[in-house]
């Protein structure tokens, strides 16, 4: 009995379908941008077990400049709750961000008032075309040796350009 080996034809279609999948070309253009509106997802809680007790978690907003050459300038950065009511206005006046520099603001785990529909409200904008920054936010708690986390990435809603 002679067993034919085709593990070589397995491995090139591998190496083609994973070549494939490369998410930018270099003949594609990146999606530039001289500021935007991001709504950013938040969770000040969540719920577990069938009594919906309220698992509370500390949400750290992240806004990073991807950009390699240019600075950004963050003018909003509001955190609301379910209702949609602002709950607190982080920053009194414009702040930049230099190029691949990241800030961060956090709401404590204590701080329950965002509930399970918070969100921030994110501007930015920049002198030029920039790369749009990343916005997400990251929920964490730990309690009786249990850990959670998981995060949220921002979503553009208005383009500035």
């Not at 397995?10 to 500021?35: N, T, Y």
């Not at 992240?62 to 950065?77: A, H, L």
């Not at 529909?117 to 075309?129: L, P, Y």
């Amino acid at each position: 009995m002679k067993i034919s080996n085709s593990f070589p034809c397995a491995k090139i279609i591998l190496s083609i379908c994973f070549l494939s999948l490369s998410p930018l070309h270099a003949d594609q253009e990146i999606g530039l941008s001289g500021g935007q509106t991001i709504y950013v997802p938040a969770y000040s809680h969540i719920y577990s077990g069938n009594k919906e007790r309220p698992f509370l978690l500390t949400v750290t907003l992240s806004i990073r400049n991807v950009d390699p050459k240019n600075r950004i300038k963050i003018t909003r950065v509001d955190y609301y709750e379910t209702q949609g009511r602002v709950l607190k206005k982080f920053i009194d006046r414009p702040t930049n961000l230099n190029p691949l520099g990241s800030t961060r603001y956090v709401i404590p785990e204590i701080d329950e008032s965002g509930g399970s529909g918070a969100n921030f409200i994110v501007e930015w904008e920049a002198n030029t075309s920039v790369n749009p920054p990343i916005v997400e936010s990251i929920m964490i708690s730990t309690r009786s040796g249990q850990g959670i986390s998981f995060v949220s990435r921002g979503r553009e809603i208005i383009s500035s350009d």
